[in-house]
């Protein structure tokens, strides 16, 4: 009997035991970091990424930690973030894909001039396009979303008032699509990641920068230059592409349920909330411009349509340069027609 008991109580253990790993593995607690490149009280650092991994925490009852470096904490310089993703030096980052040219041939087209509306839409736009003809850019990563800044415009020391104002100006450019445009407008383009955009500023290294209005409260632009330069046109002059992605080994160790949780938080939702964050910023930035008495300069229509004319080159040179480029550079104009004009969101 003695033996019988004791053999009862080994079983129970046994399953008690089981139980607890099991019950361990359910559980399994996860501390990710997230980095990028722009100061923490930045709009998408703080409206819409930190609200994104509470998001995330809140879902998961804390078993999702995300721990948020900005500002390049974790060491490295931008253009190095998606590698830091995709070798595992970050858990996820946030960047511009622009800062790597040639890497992502295909999402490029939604930098070429004129093809922004809002951010809002053009972030889904993108995000829809990215899911139907680019992700083999991202095979690499696990894709959360990409997105776009709203109609990007001149930030100068001088004021630019027609296309000529332009010719010979050092103006600051994001990535190679926005260069190209740049020069085929008559400037000359110096490229650089926007969080050197202030002291390049204040030094003359530049005369101006092609950034949005979102960014630059952060940045002090309107502080540092007076002149604003935008365009009478349903589309904007240009925007840079955004991408948040994650280690794929990262996200492939999760369990079930919590892979679940951040394919919840994945997608063209995500990419919306990141471009309505910029929305929203720009129309604070450009308030706090005039605020300042800044001048700010809206080019009518028949000089919005000379620039679209010079600007036609880039547009043309991105779809000789990349394969089926007519049709991907249609599918992503009718993609944002679609979210911009087609829809009510």
Not at 134 to 160: R, W, Y
Not at 339 to 344: A, K, L, M, P
């Amino acid at each position: 009997m003695k033996f019988i008991c004791k053999y009862s109580y080994l079983i129970f253990a046994f399953f008690v035991m089981v139980l607890s790993i099991s019950s361990q593995a359910s559980a399994q607690e996860v501390t990710l970091r997230l980095h990028q490149f722009l100061p923490a009280q930045s709009v998408i650092p703080s409206q819409a990424i930190a609200p994104w991994a509470k998001r995330i925490e809140e879902a998961s009852n804390g078993r999702i930690k995300i721990e948020l470096y900005p500002s390049m904490q974790l060491g490295g310089k931008p253009p190095q973030l998606f590698d830091q993703a995709k070798s595992g030096v970050a858990d996820i980052i946030w960047t511009v894909l622009g800062y790597t040219p040639g890497r992502f041939p295909k999402s490029e087209v939604f930098e070429t001039p004129f093809m922004v509306t809002n951010a809002k839409a053009t972030s889904m736009a993108f995000q829809a396009y990215v899911e139907k003809y680019a992700m083999d850019e991202f095979k690499d990563v696990k894709l959360i979303a990409v997105h776009t800044h709203g109609a990007g415009i001149f930030h100068s020391s001088e004021p630019i008032t027609k296309l000529e104002d332009l010719k010979g100006m050092k103006i600051r450019g994001g990535s190679r699509v926005i260069n190209d445009m740049l020069k085929n407008l008559g400037a000359e383009p110096i490229g650089m990641p926007v969080p050197a955009v202030p002291e390049a500023l204040s030094r003359g290294v530049i005369d101006g920068a092609t950034i949005p209005w979102e960014v630059t409260m952060a940045l002090k632009t309107s502080e540092l230059v007076h002149n604003h330069t935008g365009f009478s046109d349903q589309h904007g002059l240009y925007t840079q592409t955004f991408a948040l992605v994650m280690n794929k080994k990262t996200y492939e160790h999760l369990s079930d349920d919590l892979k679940a949780i951040i394919d919840n938080e994945s997608g063209i939702e995500v990419a919306a909330q990141f471009g309505a964050a910029m929305d929203k910023a720009d129309i604070e930035g450009e308030k706090f411009a005039r605020d300042l008495g800044n001048e700010i300069i809206m080019l009518d229509e028949m000089e919005t349509k000379l620039w679209k004319n010079a600007a036609k080159a880039t547009i043309d040179d991105w779809i000789k340069q990349t394969p089926n480029g007519q049709m991907l550079y249609d599918a992503a104009s009718a993609l944002v027609e679609k979210y911009s004009f087609e829809r009510t969101y």
